[in-house]
Structure formats: structure tokens, C-alpha cells
């Protein structure tokens, strides 16, 4: 398996697929394709990807081209990877949480881009980005206490994967999860997140 992806510090849609696979434990090859070079970084991605854009998968002579379908692919092949919860509802609601991220919070995506290589800043944040955190963190509230953690529906799974970048916009923008509703769970979440093994291989090698 290949999986080629953007640029490290900035590429969150790299990111969730990367840290799926990682947990996995299957071998693959990691193809880097730096991000924001102009006349460089297209021509390059489209020797890979038919949309045109990164992470994108090739196994057993496809291209896998969209974030959460790769996701859904390595869950379906490495099923004792248990990336999705087996219990269904915790699954169903994973899922929900995983799409919500994949096709919500644009203000957020915008506004708070992530920069793993950024000091810590304080901006002022518009209505619509800080709705979008209320958002996330009521669901990620919710979650955990319907599961009882320590991950959103109890052990880790895609849907965590999906939130590991947004835990690293909130560290990068200084963003005090209690301002917005966060009695606790919420900001120790985060933390979970930016601790697991996974990700803090990808910290290593941006």
C-alpha cells in the first residue's frame, strides 16, 4: 500500500487517513507531497490522485482518493484493527461524528487552518467559528459521557481520527474549551488526542 499525502504540518485531511492506517500496524509506503508551491505541488499530486487533491490510497492496483473512503477501506480490510466501534450504535454514531467533520465546520477550516509548526496565538474568532466550537465540543460532550471514554465512543476509532486535527487547531489558536461550554471532558479529550502514539509520530516528522 501507498498512501500519498500533503504536507505534514498543515495537510488535515492527510492526517485521518495516516492515522488509521498507522493503527493498522500494516507496512505501507509514504509518498510526501509538499503543499502551496506553485507550479509544483498540482503537477505532482496528479500523478497520483484522479481528484486532483491528497491523501489518496493505492492498493491492489486502485487509487483511493477521499479521506473518509480510505478510512472506511482500511476498517473493512484490517478488521481487527477495530476501526469502528463493534457495538452498533457507538458504530453508527462514530460514523455520524466522523461525517459531521468531514462535511461541517467550514468556519473553523478557514479561520483556524491547521499549523502544527505555529506558536501558540490568541486571534479574535468570528460568530460563526466559535458556533462551530460550541458545536463540537456539546458533541464531543455528549459522546463521552454516553460511552464513558476514554475516546468518543469508547476506544479509538475513525471518528477520533477525524477530530485529531481539530485538538491541534484548538492547542495552535489558544482556544479555551470552557468558554464554550466545556465542564471538563471536552479540553481532557483534547489532550488524549495530541498524546496517542499515532499522532505523535506525525508531530516528529513535520
Not at 486532483?52 to 482500511?74: F, H, N, Q, R, T
Not at 467550514?106 to 486571534?123: F, I, K, T, Y
Given at each position: 500500500?501507498?498512501?500519498?499525502?500533503g504536507t505534514k504540518k498543515w495537510s488535515t485531511w492527510s492526517l485521518r487517513p495516516w492515522l488509521a492506517l498507522k493503527r493498522t500496524g500494516a507496512p505501507f509506503t509514504e509518498t510526501l507531497i509538499s503543499l502551496r508551491e506553485d507550479g509544483v505541488t498540482q503537477p505532482a499530486i496528479a500523478g497520483h490522485s484522479p481528484s486532483?487533491?491528497?491523501?489518496?490510497?493505492?492498493?491492489?492496483?486502485?487509487?483511493?482518493?477521499?479521506?473518509?473512503?480510505?478510512?472506511?477501506?482500511?476498517?473493512?480490510?484490517?478488521p481487527e484493527a477495530r476501526l469502528w466501534p463493534q457495538d452498533p450504535a457507538a458504530r453508527a454514531l462514530a460514523r455520524a461524528a466522523a461525517s459531521e467533520m468531514h462535511s461541517g465546520f467550514?468556519?473553523?477550516?478557514?479561520?483556524?487552518?491547521?499549523?502544527?509548526?505555529?506558536?501558540?496565538?490568541?486571534?479574535t474568532?468570528?460568530?460563526?467559528?466559535?458556533?462551530?466550537?460550541?458545536?463540537i465540543v456539546r458533541l464531543w460532550s455528549?459522546?463521552?459521557?454516553?460511552?464513558?471514554?476514554?475516546?468518543?465512543c469508547g476506544d479509538w476509532s475513525i471518528a477520533d481520527a477525524f477530530y485529531t486535527p481539530v485538538a491541534t487547531r484548538f492547542r495552535t489558536y489558544g482556544v479555551r474549551l470552557s468558554d464554550y461550554g466545556d465542564t471538563g471532558p471536552a479540553g481532557a479529550y483534547m489532550e488524549r488526542l495530541l498524546e496517542t502514539p499515532e499522532f505523535q509520530a506525525w508531530l516528529a516528522d513535520i
Open positions: 500500500m501507498e498512501l500519498v499525502i486532483g487533491l491528497v491523501p489518496a490510497l493505492k492498493v491492489d492496483g486502485m487509487v483511493i482518493w477521499d479521506s473518509l473512503a480510505i478510512c472506511e477501506y482500511l476498517a473493512e480490510r484490517f467550514a468556519s473553523l477550516r478557514g479561520e483556524c487552518p491547521m499549523a502544527l509548526d505555529a506558536e501558540v496565538s490568541h486571534p474568532l468570528s460568530p460563526a467559528t466559535e458556533a462551530n466550537i460550541r458545536r455528549d459522546l463521552l459521557a454516553r460511552f464513558g471514554g476514554p475516546f468518543l
